[in-house]
């Protein structure tokens, strides 16, 4: 059980279960922020809260709250930008800190653009030797590159209805750069 809960379960201020407990209001407010307690201050809180102290010992760490709302603006700012292949990474990874949207989602967002910066270069390069190679049109490379931008905003537009619809990612990765 989280200490917050079970404190305000019982009506004390944190001031009022650092007196009962014996431990200071500054130990119990890095609990309640998620550390776990260890030795005396489990034993003490325990006894002040009324609780066993398998139930202290045990704090489930806080759920991440997830703005949604953001996350798809997140995921959209990359379809603004994807024209410029640096942008696409840096204007959501600002976004992110600034919004304090550090959550497993919008990593795998940002690792599915460096992912595709990555690959569409690679693709724009070998498309551009394949020119040279074969004498192709100047405008090869062009409509390789607009391509490459259609197919990321795609990806972007299916990824955003999918966080609308079902709090997920369609195109995820299963390992995160970030």
């Known amino acids: 059980m989280n200490v917050k809960f079970l404190r305000t379960q019982k009506h004390l201020t944190q001031e009022e279960l650092a007196e009962k407990s014996g431990v200071s ?14 030795g005396y201050t489990a034993k003490a809180l325990s006894k002040a809260l009324g609780v066993d102290l398998a139930t ?4 489930e760490k806080p759920k991440e709250a997830i703005n949604y709302s ?3 603006l997140i995921n959209l700012s990359s379809a603004f930008v ?57 405008l090869f490379s062009l409509w390789v590159m607009i391509f490459l931008i259609l197919i990321n905003i795609i990806l972007i537009i299916i990824n955003t209805a999918s966080i609308d619809k079902n709090k997920k990612l369609y ?8």
């Open 25 to 38: 209001i500054r130990t119990i407010q890095r609990i309640e922020a998620g550390q776990e307690p260890k």
């Open 82 to 138: 994807s024209f410029i292949p640096l942008l696409n990474i840096i204007v959501p990874l600002v976004i992110m800190y600034f919004g304090k949207q550090k959550n497993t989602l919008t990593k795998q967002i940002i690792s599915l653009q460096i992912l595709w910066t990555i690959t569409s270069t690679i693709i724009f390069f070998l498309a551009g030797s394949l020119k040279l190679s074969l004498s192709l049109s100047r």
């Open 56 to 59: 202290i010992s045990n704090i």
């Open 70 to 72: 953001l996350v798809k």
């Open 171 to 178: 195109f995820k990765l299963n390992f995160s750069f970030i």
